[in-house]
């Protein structure tokens, strides 16, 4: 069995770098990834506001939180509705024009929760726990949480 995401692991030499630009510290926030909701693929359903209801909750429980909209007018929109306290406050991030290294700050972070696969399956390889909400069942999920990896699979009923 091949995983892909081995290429830009072995690869990774954790800087900092990306931490430093947000202005956070190793450990006190969570990366969280929307989901491909207006991609050909996806048949799903937009799930933005299950992400949102996570990051309130993360929020609320102390950690800062580095947020990644795939829409930015969609969700950015319900970020600044949503969570707009939280972004005056500087608890929330939506970096903009800022070059980050995906891998370091999954690295630096405390969780990573992705609508997706590829950020989920990273941060696991690197030992970080993820979260992969995306509704469809994955073989390589499978096959990396049966190597004890700390990746776990949420469907957004379940969440």
Known sequence: MG?????WINRFKPSGDSINRLGLKSKEFVVIRFEESRASYYDYGDKSRLLIKMARNILENGYY???????PPHQEELIRTELGLFLKLGKLIVPRNTMLDGLDLAWHARL????????????ALLGIPAISYFPQHYYIDDYLMGKGLPLYRCVAEDC
């Open 65 to 71: 939180v580095v947020v990644f909209p795939r829409y």
């Open 3 to 7: 995983v892909f995401e081995l290429m």
């Open 112 to 123: 990573v929760i992705t609508g997706g696969s590829t950020m989920a399956h990273e941060a």
